[in-house]
Each structure stands twice: as C-alpha cells, then as structure tokens.
C-alpha cells in the first residue's frame, strides 16, 4: 500500500523556519516526482514546490521563490521542504504528493498533510 507520511510543521513565528519531511512507502520512490502543495482555509490548494526523479528538475510558487527549498533523499525515501523566512500567508496544511510529472499530481499518491502556522 502506498504511503506519505508528512512530518516537521507547527506553529511558528514570522520570520522562522521549518524543514517538513515526506516519508514515502510501498512504491519505489526514485521512480516518482514529488511535489509539495499547500492548503489555507477558505483558499483552493495551490502547488509550492515540485522535484524530478533525479533531482535535476526543481518548481516553485513564485511567493516563495528564494525562500523555500525542495529535496530528496532517493536512499531515505523521502523528500524535505525546507521554509525560511517564513509569512503569516504561508500558514496552511501543506501536503506531499507523489505522480509521474509535476502538476495538479491528482492521480497520484497523497499524504495526509501536516499543518504549518506562522504568528505575525
């Protein structure tokens, strides 16, 4: 059974940072892409952040360019989104996800999320 298991958020002042981890199990991780997505209430989900099987290919929301840094540990089976500077509108559920390209990933495998709030 295929399984993403977020890690690493919390609460958070503004101007900190989180490193969250995506635990991957039951499909072979280094033939994925994985992709970072985030969910904020009353907002539609949107994607932060994508990396390629061999980490060459990296995505980033625009917003969060320069602040954010996706990676993978293809020998751990998973995958890490390290924030900084951190805003109050990066407060959400973010999740990982797993799917062959980047992109909405809806047919892909998903985690169940780990929520991340920052203070002013």
């Known amino acids: 059974e295929a399984q993403l298991v977020e890690s690493g958020g919390g609460l958070v002042q503004a101007g900190g940072s989180l490193r969250l981890s995506c635990a991957v199990s039951g499909f072979t991780f280094v033939d994925y892409t994985i992709g970072w997505f985030r969910q904020a209430p009353g907002k539609e989900r949107e994607g932060v952040s994508c990396i390629g099987r061999r980490y060459i290919n990296t995505y980033y929301l625009e917003s969060v360019k320069g602040r954010f840094t996706v990676s993978r540990d293809n020998a751990k089976n998973t995958a890490y989104l390290q924030m900084t500077s951190l805003k109050p509108e990066d407060t959400a559920v973010y999740y990982c996800?797993?799917?062959?390209?980047?992109?909405?990933?809806?047919?892909?495998?998903w985690g169940q999320g780990t929520q991340v709030t920052v203070s002013p």
């Open positions: 996800a797993a799917d062959s390209q980047c992109g909405s990933m809806q047919n892909g495998y």
